[in-house]
């Protein structure tokens, strides 16, 4: 309904028409003698007739209708006041497509007005129009007064979207427009590193390395060293990297700067699974800096990889009683839990996780432990009233509802969960690319290769769609050649992304070339703890004849996805030969 908006043409409409009873119309027609009178008088592109339509429509739920007629409204009107009011309506229907036309309708009547630019932009990236958003992006931040801290506000935003690689393509036309400004090459550095992007993230953050580099507002890029740093980690040069961070900490010449650095030092430390230093490096660091709170959070998690779960609860247990702090420990705490296949405690620690940053990740995690014990049904009903309730999150609950019906075996609710989210985001990279891989785990691999094929028409470069697609082909045995150059496309746009060179390694596995294989799963294995990845290598080790090895393997995985199903059935098969 048109809750949202609050002006006067409206207000006359519920006395001339008496809107408050046509919460039962489902048309027009359905309207009182009286009121079909008064309508009569309107005609179709009134924008009272829009209104009214729209009114009745999402009364019935028919919000696709509702958005449409309240676009003719929009885009009929110069009243600024109005068209905003729409556009944030129409939004909250969730049709992208109407809400751009009339963000563009708005940038036209007043180009000057920098937040119209922004949800323009907002949602251009959405649909994935990486020139356009980049376009008013750059709209946006020229009408800002100060352009060094509008960079901030950008990195808060496009790190959250739930596209990273969109958010990053677009990031990288951004900042070509603004000459490589160092806020926008600060941003492209962080963003290109959320998507992989390391070589990209490693030239746009080089110049916060150069020492006799001038910077206004220098403390707006106070951890770009370090996230140069990391993106050269990624890359595979971590001697070096640790070498140089080492150094780095010995030029500290604050204690504020000292106890920051060091702490970012021990997180490198803890990467290249170097725990006993990294501990060693964050105990030091709460000698001099008791209430440096993020290192004790720091050295729960690192005793939480461990295994170390008494003292990763210690560690959480501290930072309760802080306000800032409460809901990660909860969260964290339920982590702890959850690793010690204490599910009803974990399960009330995620379910006290109300607010911040963690409430979708405690959410998801409570639905997957549902699903865990055999109440699907029941998570499926808490991530939908989630949808409902969190209506920017919508997309993300869905896919990880039909995730769960999928991991459940039930293809049927995955489907219409599929179903579903397909009326309102269809046209959505992000959902086009999950429902592929869904249905890929369906073994409906005919479905899943057309959509990976469309989607690579669309965008012939995207390494996650190359791969996906490349992969597939092979795993079904399907033209083995092609897949092989569709792969090492992906691994020439990210050499480092871990399921890229799993797929290298599957691909030439399947073409018999074993020595290569075992090369590329074993780096893979290697850079990140993967149920599927470790089956990969554990088979293509068993095929070789080195079943020693490849029951080493999968015994390691298993104890940490006891219930992975694509581990359990690779193993199931090869020991029954």
């Known amino acids: 309904m048109l809750r949202h908006i609050n002006h006067s043409f409206l207000l006359s409409l519920i006395v001339i028409f008496g809107l408050a009873g046509l919460a039962g119309c489902a048309s027009l027609g359905d309207l009182s003698d009286s009121a079909k009178s008064s309508t009569a008088k309107l005609r179709p592109n009134d924008p009272v007739f829009q209104a009214l339509k729209a009114e009745i429509a999402s009364t019935r739920g028919m919000n696709a209708e509702a958005s449409r007629s309240l676009t003719e409204v929009a885009i009929g009107s110069d009243d600024l006041q109005l068209i905003a009011e729409l556009l944030q309506t129409i939004i909250w229907y969730g049709t992208q497509d109407d809400a751009l036309t009339v963000a563009k309708h708005w940038t036209r009547q007043s180009p000057a007005e920098a937040q119209a630019w922004w949800q323009r932009a907002d949602l251009e990236l959405a649909l994935n129009h990486y020139q356009a958003a980049a376009d008013s992006y750059h709209q946006w931040v020229r009408l800002q007064p100060d352009q060094a801290l509008v960079w901030p506000v950008l990195v808060a935003t496009l790190s959250t979207h739930d596209e990273p690689y969109a958010s990053y393509r677009v990031t990288r036309l951004l900042a070509g427009k603004t000459r490589n400004h160092p806020g926008a090459r ?54 070096q990297v640790l070498i140089e961070a080492a150094d780095k900490l010995a030029t500290a010449t604050s204690h504020e700067q000292k106890t920051v650095w060091r702490h970012e030092y021990a997180l490198l430390l803890a990467r290249a699974d170097r725990f006993a230093e990294a501990q060693l490096e964050l105990e030091l660091l709460l000698e001099d800096a008791p209430q440096y709170y993020s290192a004790i959070r720091s050295l729960g998690v690192i005793a939480l990889e461990r295994g170390r779960y008494d003292q990763a609860k210690g560690y959480f247990q501290s930072l309760f009683g802080l306000e800032d702090y409460r809901q ?30 963690r409430v979708m990740d405690a959410q998801h995690q409570t639905a997957a432990m549902l699903a865990k014990r055999g109440e699907l049904e029941e998570a499926i009903e808490m991530l939908l009233r989630l949808a409902d309730r969190y209506p920017d999150q919508r997309l993300q609950l869905l896919l990880v509802g039909a995730q769960l019906a999928v991991d459940d075996g039930d293809e049927a609710l995955a489907l219409t969960i599929l179903e579903q989210a397909e009326f309102q985001f269809g046209t959505r990279r992000r959902f086009q690319f999950s429902k592929a891989l869904m249905l890929d785990e369906l073994e409906n691999a005919d479905r899943s290769i057309e959509l990976f094929e469309q989607l690579l028409v669309q965008y012939p470069n995207d390494p996650h769609i190359l791969n996906g697609l490349g992969f597939t082909l092979t795993d079904y045995n399907r033209s083995h050649r092609r897949a092989k150059r569709l792969i090492e496309r992906a691994y020439q746009l990210r050499p480092n992304n871990p399921a890229v060179i799993d797929s290298m390694g599957w691909v030439y596995y399947r073409l018999g070339d074993y020595d290569r294989a075992i090369s590329y799963l074993k780096k893979a294995h290697e850079m990140t703890n993967d149920p599927e990845i470790a089956a990969h290598y554990g088979e293509v080790l068993w095929v070789r004849g080195d079943s020693e090895s490849a029951q080493a393997v999968w015994e390691q995985a298993t104890k940490t996805f006891p219930d992975s199903s694509a581990l359990q059935s690779t193993i199931n098969r090869w020991r029954a030969q």
């Open 186 to 239: 600060f941003t492209l550095g962080l963003l290109a590193l959320q998507a992989d992007a390391y070589q990209d993230a490693e030239q746009a953050l080089e110049i916060f390395a150069d020492p006799g580099a001038t910077l206004e507002h220098p403390e707006v890029y106070a951890n770009a060293y370090w996230l140069w740093l990391q993106s050269r980690f990624a890359q595979g040069q971590q001697d």
């Open 328 to 357: 990660d420990a909860t969260f964290l705490l339920g982590q702890v839990a959850d690793a010690q296949n204490e599910t009803d405690q974990a399960l009330r620690y995620f379910l006290n996780v109300t607010e911040g940053k």
